[in-house]
C-alpha cells in the first residue's frame, strides 16, 4: 500500500518560509494601507476640530479693524496681550468676574456632583433593598431627558421658593448627575470585590467609614471621568442661567459673552473682546483635560468593558 503524500506549501524564494501559493506580496502591503487610510482620516478630522481654535487665536490677536480685513487664518499686527489687558478692565473686570463665577459653579459644583452620585451609584451596586432596579431605571431614565426640558419646571420651582437670579438658581441642579449615578454603579459592581468589604465590616468599620476609606479610593478612575463630564456640562451651561439669572453679577462667563455678542450692532468694539473672552474661556477646559485624561480614558474603559 503506497503512502498518501500531503503537498506542503511552496517557500518563499527570499525568506524559506512556508505560505500558501496563492498569497501574493500585495496582502501584506493591506495592513499598510489600512493603517495610511486611519491616519489620514484622524489627520482630517484633528484639523477640522483644531481649525476654529487655530482661527479663534489669530483673530483674537488683532485689532477690531483687523479682524474683517485681514487674513482670517493668519496674523496681522499682533495685538494679543494688550487686547487681553483690554478686557479684563472693560467695565471694572466684569469678564473676571464671570470666569470666576464659571469657575465657581463648574469646580464646586462638578465635586459635590460626584461625590452624590458616586455615594447612590455605589449603593445600587452593593446593597439588596426593594425597588433597585426601579431606582435604576428611574435613573436611566433621566439621562435621556434633555436638559431644556426641565429648563421650565426648575424655572417655576425656584419661582415658588424665591431663588430665581440667586447663586442657587444655577448652582443646586448642577448637582444632579443621572450619568454619573450609572457610571458610578457600573465601575463600582467591578471594581469594589464584596470580599473587601465583608473584610472591613469584620474590622468593625462602619458603612460610611468604608466607602470613604476604601472604596472611594478604587473608584477614583471613575470619579474623575464623572468629574470631568460634569465639569464641561456646567461650564458649558447656558440655558439654565438664561432663564434663571437677571444680574450680571451673578452670569457664568458662557452667557456673559453671549449678552455681549447680541450688543455688537451697538457696540462694534465689543467683537473683539468677546472673541479674547471665547479664547479665554476654553483654556480652563483644556487644562482640566489635559491634567486628567490619564484618569478619565481608564473610567470610560472600565465602563466600556463591564
Same mark, same amino acid.
Given at each position: 500500500?503506497?503512502?498518501?503524500?500531503?503537498?506542503?506549501?511552496? @517557500?518563499?524564494? @527570499?525568506?524559506?518560509?512556508?505560505?500558501?501559493?496563492?498569497?501574493?506580496?500585495?496582502?501584506? @502591503?493591506?495592513?499598510?494601507?489600512?493603517?495610511?487610510?486611519?491616519?489620514?482620516?484622524?489627520?482630517?478630522?484633528?484639523?477640522?476640530?483644531?481649525?476654529?481654535?487655530?482661527?479663534?487665536?489669530?483673530?483674537?490677536?488683532?485689532?477690531?479693524?483687523?479682524?474683517?480685513?485681514?487674513?482670517?487664518?493668519?496674523?496681522?499686527?499682533?495685538?494679543? !496681550?494688550?487686547?487681553?489687558?483690554?478686557?479684563?478692565?472693560?467695565?471694572?473686570?466684569i469678564f473676571l468676574r464671570w470666569l470666576g463665577n464659571?469657575?465657581?459653579?463648574?469646580?464646586?459644583?462638578?465635586?459635590?456632583?460626584?461625590?452624590?452620585?458616586?455615594?447612590?451609584?455605589?449603593?445600587?451596586?452593593?446593597? @439588596?433593598?426593594?425597588g433597585r432596579e426601579l431606582v435604576f431605571d428611574v435613573?436611566?431614565?433621566?439621562?435621556?431627558?434633555?436638559?431644556?426640558?426641565?429648563?421650565?419646571?426648575?424655572? &417655576?420651582?425656584?419661582?415658588?421658593?424665591?431663588?430665581?437670579?440667586?447663586?442657587?438658581?444655577?448652582?443646586?441642579?448642577?448637582?444632579?448627575?443621572?450619568?454619573?449615578?450609572?457610571?458610578?454603579?457600573?465601575?463600582?459592581?467591578?471594581?469594589?470585590?464584596?470580599?473587601?468589604?465583608?473584610?472591613?465590616?469584620?474590622?468593625?468599620?462602619?458603612?460610611?467609614?468604608?466607602?470613604?476609606?476604601?472604596?472611594?479610593?478604587?473608584?477614583?478612575?471613575?470619579?474623575?471621568?464623572? !468629574?470631568?463630564?460634569?465639569?464641561?456640562?456646567?461650564?458649558?451651561?447656558?440655558?439654565?442661567?438664561?432663564?434663571? &439669572?437677571?444680574?450680571?453679577?451673578?452670569?457664568?462667563?458662557?452667557?456673559?459673552?453671549?449678552?455681549?455678542?447680541?450688543?455688537?450692532?451697538?457696540?462694534?468694539?465689543?467683537?473683539?473682546?468677546?472673541?479674547?473672552?471665547?479664547?479665554?474661556?476654553?483654556?480652563?477646559?483644556?487644562?482640566? !483635560?489635559?491634567?486628567?485624561?490619564?484618569?478619565?480614558?481608564?473610567?470610560?474603559?472600565?465602563?466600556?468593558?463591564?
Amino acid at each position: 500500500m503506497s503512502a498518501v503524500t500531503t503537498p506542503r506549501p511552496a @517557500r518563499s524564494p @527570499r525568506t524559506g518560509s512556508s505560505r500558501p501559493a496563492g498569497i501574493r506580496s500585495g496582502a501584506v @502591503r493591506e495592513p499598510l494601507v489600512s493603517r495610511t487610510s486611519a491616519m489620514l482620516v484622524m489627520a482630517v478630522f484633528t484639523v477640522y476640530f483644531l481649525l476654529p481654535l487655530w482661527w479663534l487665536l489669530v483673530a483674537s490677536s488683532k485689532s477690531t479693524g483687523d479682524i474683517l480685513t485681514t487674513n482670517p487664518l493668519w496674523f496681522a499686527d499682533m495685538r494679543l !496681550f494688550s487686547n487681553i489687558g483690554d478686557l479684563f478692565a472693560y467695565r471694572d473686570g466684569i469678564f473676571l468676574r464671570w470666569l470666576g463665577n464659571s469657575l465657581l459653579y463648574a469646580g464646586l459644583g462638578g465635586a459635590v456632583a460626584t461625590l452624590l452620585a458616586a455615594m447612590a451609584g455605589y449603593a445600587l451596586a452593593k446593597y @439588596r433593598f426593594p425597588g433597585r432596579e426601579l431606582v435604576f431605571d428611574v435613573v436611566l431614565g433621566g439621562v435621556l431627558v434633555p436638559a431644556t426640558a426641565l429648563a421650565l419646571p426648575l424655572f &417655576l420651582i425656584f419661582s415658588q421658593v424665591q431663588l430665581t437670579n440667586t447663586f442657587w438658581a444655577v448652582f443646586l441642579p448642577s448637582l444632579v448627575s443621572p450619568f454619573g449615578v450609572y457610571l458610578a454603579r457600573i465601575f463600582a459592581a467591578s471594581s469594589v470585590p464584596d470580599e473587601l468589604l465583608e473584610a472591613s465590616r469584620l474590622d468593625g468599620a462602619g458603612e460610611i467609614r468604608t466607602f470613604f476609606t476604601v472604596s472611594l479610593r478604587l473608584m477614583s478612575p471613575a470619579l474623575v471621568t464623572m !468629574f470631568l463630564f460634569q465639569f464641561v456640562a456646567i461650564w458649558n451651561n447656558f440655558f439654565l442661567p438664561l432663564i434663571m &439669572l437677571r444680574s450680571e453679577e451673578l452670569f457664568p462667563v458662557v452667557f456673559g459673552l453671549y449678552g455681549w455678542n447680541n450688543q455688537l450692532n451697538q457696540i462694534p468694539e465689543l467683537r473683539g473682546l468677546v472673541l479674547i473672552g471665547a479664547l479665554l474661556s476654553v483654556i480652563p477646559l483644556i487644562v482640566i !483635560f489635559l491634567l486628567l485624561q490619564r484618569f478619565w480614558r481608564n473610567g470610560l474603559g472600565t465602563g466600556a468593558l463591564k
